[in-house]
Each structure stands twice: as structure tokens, then as C-alpha cells.
């Protein structure tokens, strides 16, 4: 038996297309540890730390898309989506995004050994990212297609950056920014795509509704990313902080 606020009806594309983008209220562009380095408020190792961190989140892209891919039967899918693939580990014409993101960590004083290393990755992030990983591999491709629909508010989380950290963040090199440039347009494009798979596929109000959820799940890894970030630079409580000052958590993808 359904509950009494369960829709009746599924929602017309349109309105399932707002219900997606309303999501945008849990985007961790509104989590305090963003806003303190939109503000100028972030410390040079809590930049260091968000970049060294994300680092990890943005080698796993290209794992959890080639996932994506290799449970997709259509050709014509796979054609577009291969190209998130080399966008960041990059091509003929490109060096690609994690090339970007390195050149990033060198722009806020981070060695490309460190960050290539994962030896700064705290375990919160390490878990919410595998996870993340771990549904692409397992859902139904659509599913995990769309769960990469967060991109619709990612342009402005780029431009944000773009727009106050040089202002906040003298100290960062300028050649650093690339990764944010680059990902304005790949973004929006991307944006298109996944709509389109979203609104051609949740067509029924239960599947209309798990989307949601998993947009959600998608959003919630993010906000707890910053979370793990929030406990070792903010609060300065890295995992086993009450018993060492080392980083002794395992530094290694075990997935």
C-alpha cells in the first residue's frame, strides 16, 4: 500500500526537471567549509587539504564512468559518455582534467607527488568517493548515469571559485585556475546529456522518485567529503587524533 503522499501520477517532464534541479539547495557549494574558502576565510592548509582531497574524487570520475560504460548496451550512449572519460584523463588535443588538478596542487604549493601519492586523502573522503565508485558499477546504467546529474549546479560552484579566490588567495598561482575554466563548458554539456537520459528514462512515478533519492545519495557524498575535511583542518581532528599526530590511516585504493 503506497503512502497517502505518494504521487498518484508520475510527474510531467517538466516538473520532474525542477524537482531535480530544487536538489540544488543540498549542493555543497552551502556547506561552511566552501563558504569559508568562497570568503576568504580558508587557511592555506585547508586549501591544500580540499585540493589534495579532491584529488582523489577527481582520479575515481573516470573509473566510475568507465563503469557506467561497460554496463550500457547502446553504442550511441557510450559514444557521448566516453568523452567525460577524456576530458579528464585527456587525449590527443588535450592533457585532460587530472592533469589540470595537478597543476592545481602545484599552484597552492603541493608537490604532484603528494597528491598522486593519496597520502593526504582522509579515510571520510576515501570512503564517500569508493562509494560512489562502487553504485556505478552495480546500479542500472541509467541510474548511475543520472546520478552524475549534480553537474547541474556545478558551473556555478566553478565560476564562484574562479570569481573569488584570486581576489581572496593571492598566494595561489594563476595557472592553477585551468581546471575550473575548463569545466564550465564540459559541465554544461555534460548537463544537457544527462537531463536527457533523466527525463527519457524516469518516466513512472516510482522511478521518478528513486532519481531523486539518487541524486541526493550523489549530493550526500559531497557534503560528507567536506565533513571529513571540516573534522581534520577546521576542527583539527584528523582520524586518530586522540592517540597520534601521524596520518596512520591506510593510504592506498583497496577497491
Known amino acids: 500500500m503506497k503512502p497517502d503522499n505518494f504521487p498518484a501520477q508520475p510527474m510531467t517532464p517538466e516538473a520532474f526537471e525542477q524537482a531535480l534541479r530544487d536538489k540544488g539547495a543540498y549542493y555543497h557549494i552551502h556547506h561552511p ?19 589534495a582531497n579532491r584529488f582523489y574524487y577527481q582520479t575515481s570520475i573516470p573509473l566510475k564512468d568507465a563503469a557506467i560504460m ?9 559514444r557521448k559518455w566516453v568523452q567525460r572519460i ?7 588535443a588535450s592533457e585532460g582534467g587530472i592533469e589540470a588538478w595537478l597543476r592545481l596542487g602545484e599552484a597552492v604549493g603541493l608537490d604532484r607527488d603528494v597528491l598522486l601519492s593519496e597520502r593526504m586523502v582522509l579515510p571520510g573522503v576515501r570512503f564517500a568517493v569508493d562509494a560512489y565508485v562502487s ?22 560552484i566553478h565560476q564562484s571559485r574562479l570569481d573569488s579566490w584570486p581576489q581572496h588567495y593571492q598566494w595561489i598561482e594563476a595557472e592553477g585556475y585551468g581546471y575550473f575554466r575548463g ?3 564540459q559541465a554544461n554539456r555534460d548537463v ?3 537531463l536527457q537520459l533523466a527525463l527519457e528514462y524516469c518516466t513512472t512515478v516510482e522511478k521518478q522518485e528513486r532519481m531523486l533519492e539518487i541524486l541526493q545519495f550523489k549530493l550526500d557524498i559531497l557534503w ?13 581532528r584528523p582520524p586518530y587524533h ?5 596520518m596512520a590511516w591506510h593510504k592506498e585504493r583497496l577497491l
Open 86 to 92: 577524456l576530458d579528464h584523463d585527456g587525449h590527443d
Open 135 to 156: 553504485f556505478a558499477r552495480r546500479a542500472v546504467w541509467q541510474e548511475a548515469a543520472c546520478s552524475s546529474l549534480t553537474e547541474l549546479f556545478a558551473p556555478q
Open 224 to 236: 560528507s567529503m567536506l565533513d571529513a575535511m571540516t573534522m581534520a583542518y577546521t576542527l583539527h
Open 33 to 51: 567549509y566552501h563558504i569559508a574558502m568562497h570568503n576568504g576565510q580558508a587557511t592555506r592548509e585547508q586549501i591544500q587539504g580540499w585540493v
Open 242 to 246: 586522540t592517540v597520534t599526530d601521524k
Open 192 to 194: 544537457e546529456h544527462g
Open 183 to 185: 569545466r564550465l563548458s
Open 70 to 78: 561497460a554496463n550500457c548496451p547502446d553504442p550511441k550512449t557510450r
